[in-house]
């Protein structure tokens, strides 16, 4: 179903009425079109890989959109669309495959200028490579936030369960339970009794309806920026959606997908007060650094979700290493000073114990520094980025401490010190 437009509905409202028009005529550019894809999405793929000529507005360049400002050309055989064309072009020929999905044309403000693009159920559809789905989703917030609540989409989808006529949808099945009754048959046709399947189909219609007047409803009520309030969302919900922002980009990274999905699982077992791992930190911090970044698009509030989920897991990760560590502590065998196996009691020396921590926390520091810098030159943090993060922590009055100073070179005496020879051990183990 080709429904009304997201915003800009002078330009965007004219260019779907004439798409609709062509539709129901049909149009053999976009009947040809339908007829050499598969899908909608095979013919978005094929859109994508299509030139473009740009509409440099002149008179004489092709049919035209006069309720825009300024005129859109608009061309429906063309095979090197702009975006504006291309986003007709698409609804029209994918209304003649798939005409169960809902398309609506929109234009947002992203970081390459102005973009006209259609959705398909709410999504964006990518049809210009330079584009990317967070930058249109983003786009498409900002303009629903701005205009007020966008209950369109849901409005088309409770419409399309209630059935647009009297052969779709609860309204059919419920036509069709009722006639059968009629017809003297006792059971339905997934064997339960056909005064069952007739009520449930009553109630199905009568909770969907209600639904879509309380949509209505809402919609009626809604003033101009309605939709600008704080956004609220579980805290799973927040995590999957800080998920989603960061796949796209991760693309770019090898193994970006994969890295994207463990993060993911470490955030949400976080949720549940799973501590997270060290083999997951990296992959979070992956996450959380793509997130932040993908988030700007959405403004003040895109940042706001990012950084107060990174706060809260930061804190439930801290608690749930905490109990992690008393858990262990406790049990049968709990006590501070003594172990008890079978009828022997196993008393530790306490102030010898306390003599080895002091020595082996100096001698362990060290190799742990000289892990620390070993594997953070694997990482790509060399000399020059420690030397030049020492300085500008310096204006701050800050300072890195002995980890400014770089890990000593290979075949160096001090590469030979038993605390260098250690940590690069150990590093290897990280």
């Known amino acids: 179903m080709i429904a009304r437009e997201h915003n800009d509905h002078a330009c965007l409202g004219a260019a779907t009425q004439e ?40 008179p004489c360049d092709g049919p035209k959109v006069v309720a825009c400002r300024p005129p859109q050309r ?8 702009n975006c504006f064309e291309r986003a007709a072009i698409f609804i029209g020929a994918a209304e ?64 399309r369960l209630i059935g647009l006529d009297e052969k779709r949808g609860v309204r059919g099945d419920l036509a069709r339970a009722r006639a059968a009754k009629a017809a003297g048959h006792t059971t339905w046709v997934d064997g339960k009794p056909i005064d069952e399947a007739v009520a449930t189909y009553e109630c199905a219609l009568a909770t969907y309806q209600a639904r879509l007047d309380a949509l209505d409803a809402e919609a009626g009520a809604a003033p101009r920026n309605a939709g600008a309030g704080p956004v609220a969302l579980t805290p799973g919900q927040a995590v999957d ?63 706001g979700i990012v ?41 530790p020396n306490i102030p010898l114990l306390e003599s080895l921590a002091r020595v082996g926390g100096r001698i362990a520091g060290n190799i742990g520094l000289e892990a620390v810098k070993v594997k953070l030159a694997t990482l790509g943090v060399t000399p020059p980025v420690l030397n030049t993060l020492e300085q500008e922590l310096n204006r701050e009055h800050l300072s890195l401490g002995p980890l400014a100073t770089p890990a000593p070179m290979l075949g160096s005496l001090s590469a030979m010190t038993p605390e260098a020879l250690a940590g690069r051990w150990l590093a290897g183990k990280l």
Do not use: K
């Open 19 to 58: 798409v609709i028009a062509r539709v129901e005529a049909g149009d053999p550019s976009l009947v040809d079109l339908a007829e050499r894809h598969a899908s909608a999405d095979d013919l978005a793929a094929t859109i994508r890989q299509w030139p473009q000529r740009d509409d440099e507005g002149l």
């Open 74 to 81: 608009l061309r429906f055989d063309a095979r090197d669309p």
């Open 96 to 159: 003649l495959l798939d005409p169960d999905s809902v398309y609506r044309l929109a234009t947002v403000d992203t970081p390459n200028g102005l973009h006209t693009f259609p959705t398909r159920d709410g999504e964006p559809v990518i049809l210009d490579p330079l584009q990317s789905r967070n930058a249109l989703r983003a786009g498409l917030f900002r303009e629903c936030r701005n205009s007020g609540a966008d209950v369109e989409t849901r409005r088309l989808r409770l419409q």
């Open 241 to 303: 959606w800080i998920a989603g922002l960061a796949l796209e980009p991760a693309a770019r990274f090898p193994n970006g997908a994969t890295r994207v999905r463990n993060g993911h699982r470490a955030l949400r077992g976080a949720l549940v007060l799973r501590p997270i791992c060290v083999a997951d930190v990296r992959d979070v911090a992956f996450v959380l650094a793509l997130a932040e970044r993908e988030a700007r698009l959405y403004g003040p509030v895109g940042l």
């Open 307 to 347: 950084h107060s989920t990174a706060h809260a897991i930061d804190r439930l990760d801290r608690m749930a290493a905490r109990r992690w560590l008393a858990e262990r502590a406790g049990g049968r065998n709990a006590g501070p000073f003594s172990l008890r196996v079978g009828n022997t009691t196993i008393a």
